[in-house]
């Protein structure tokens, strides 16, 4: 069965450093997208691609998050520089239209 | 704007019984309604979805969801719990109306279920 592929799994960093994670959506799947969880809550939405073009990042603190899907397959998505606030599981979903969302392991990161 | 409320935040039942995690969503337009669950430092796994149809949804591992529109419910229910069911159980809906930039899933906070023997 073909799965959302996310790594690293887990990062530990300091504050102030560059992170990045990476994301290959199962094949086939256009749209992809990039979710933060905070303990204890639900996913909320960062970015959304169709194909290689950004339809949502109304909810990306640009000043220190980016993400690029460069050639509509996977994606990065990067975070500099890290704030203890950014601690959370990083998840990434994709989608084949805009029905069922399939998601990733995750990455949880870890600012100290 | 759309929303979901969980409102228990842990169900605990026992093995053997039904379950139920209930679900109320708030949405303009046609509410495309999801169950996902999520076992600890996991990402979340697809169970079922209504988007039209039998308000009746059967899913994944024994599970399913009943859509009342009166009530703007969606709550998940499986006859038996397992103790491999204890998990957290997340509701999300999305505006089946909106495509693009504005077809957002929200989500609940969550429900802790745990089934004990």
């Known amino acids: 069965e073909a799965e959302v592929a996310q790594s690293p799994r887990y990062k530990i960093t300091e504050k102030s450093q560059a992170v990045a994670f990476w994301c290959d959506p199962i094949?086939?799947?256009?749209?992809l997208y990039w979710y933060r969880q905070i303990l204890g809550q639900g996913p909320e939405l960062l970015v959304q691609?169709?194909?290689?073009?950004?339809?949502?990042d109304s909810q990306l603190p640009k000043d220190r998050f980016s993400a690029e899907r460069l050639k509509g397959v996977d994606s990065t998505l990067k975070i500099q520089p890290a704030e203890l606030g950014d601690s959370a599981m990083y998840l990434c979903?994709?989608?084949?239209?805009?029905?069922?969302?399939?998601f990733g392991p995750g990455t949880r990161l870890l600012v100290l | 704007a759309q929303s979901v409320a969980q409102p228990e935040d842990q169900v605990n039942v026992a093995e053997g019984n039904p379950l139920t995690v209930k679900c109320t969503y708030s949405?303009?337009?046609?509410?495309?309604l999801f169950w996902y669950v999520q076992y600890p430092n996991r990402g979340l796994q697809f169970l079922l979805k209504?988007?039209?149809?039998?308000?009746l949804v059967k899913g994944s591992y024994g599970f399913e969801a009943e859509f009342n529109k009166s009530q703007t419910s969606f709550h998940l229910k499986k006859p038996s719990a397992l103790v491999s069911d204890s998990a957290l159980y997340f509701c999300?809906?999305?505006?089946?109306?909106?495509?693009?930039?504005?077809?957002?899933?929200?989500f609940g906070t969550g429900t802790q279920l745990k089934v004990e023997l």
């Open positions: 979903a994709s989608s084949f239209g805009e029905e069922t969302q399939y």
């Open positions: 691609f169709q194909d290689e073009s950004v339809v949502d």
């Open positions: 209504y988007i039209t149809g039998d308000n």
């Open positions: 094949s086939g799947h256009a749209t």
């Open positions: 949405v303009s337009g046609n509410p495309y």
């Open positions: 999300a809906v999305r505006d089946g109306l909106l495509t693009g930039g504005g077809n957002k899933l929200t």
